[in-house]
């Protein structure tokens, strides 16, 4: 369990890492037959929240980066509590800190060794992802940043894509800049609206540590 719960962080912030855009994105294009709707490329953490997954079947596509090594030991679908999540009282395939096995396509590539020496810490769960025009990720919570850290770089598309967050009894919605990376609080509930014209890709995973984020914890913030 990280150190710091979502209550030391912002619903939203970007954060200072040292990225090559161009490398992130000529990857994408070049991998960009690789597609899989949400239950094809999530298969074991889909039926973790089969309500959330369903939604967003025709509206976000994605192809992984990183994947977990028994998927085929998925068991039969149910929901979790975010609370198991945070316990890791989960079957395998459901906790994202086992989905760090790099694919053939990523593993050994320029891109792998540019992410993993940009970030101090393990990525999990990592994958690129598409959203088509009025796409819709329902309101939802993942979990806690005790459990681990979400980051995203808006790559393509992102115009009218609205990012809502329901953060410390205020509702706050932020439409993100294109080839930055960005920390999402999703210990709070939170929602995507796609009310743009163009297709929006992105690359998103997770970490399993909190040393990228010192520089936006509220050092003030209460346990």
């Known amino acids: 369990m990280l150190k710091y719960n979502k209550r030391h962080y912002p619903a ?4 200072d890492i040292d990225l ?6 000529d990857f994408l294009w070049e991998n960009y037959d690789r597609w899989q709707n949400n239950f094809e490329a999530h298969k074991g953490l889909a039926v973790a ?3 959330v997954a369903s939604d967003t079947y025709k509206a976000v596509q994605h192809f992984h980066l990183t994947e977990c090594k028994a998927q085929e030991e998925l068991g039969e679908a149910q929901e979790y509590s975010t609370k198991n999540k945070l316990r890791r009282n989960i079957p395998y395939t459901m906790d994202e800190h086992n989905w760090d096995e790099p694919v053939d396509f990523y593993k050994n590539s320029k891109l792998q ?12 769960r990592v994958r690129y992802s598409r959203m088509f025009p009025g796409g819709v990720v329902p309101k939802h919570i993942d979990y806690n940043t005790t459990y681990a850290m979400r980051f995203i770089i808006p790559i393509s598309g992102n115009k009218g894509v609205e990012n809502h967050f329901w953060y410390n009894g205020e509702h706050k919605v932020v439409e993100m800049e294109e080839k930055k990376c960005y920390f999402l609080n999703i210990g709070y509930k939170h929602a995507v609206y796609h009310k743009g014209q163009g297709i929006r890709h992105y690359l998103m995973g997770s970490i399993a540590g909190q040393r990228d984020f010192e520089c936006i914890r509220l050092k003030d913030s209460s346990s």
């Open 12 to 15: 939203i912030a970007e954060i």
């Open 20 to 25: 090559d855009y161009t490398l992130i994105e």
């Open 113 to 124: 060794s540019h992410l993993n020496s940009a970030f101090q810490d393990k990525l999990i």
């Open 49 to 51: 929240s089969n309500n």
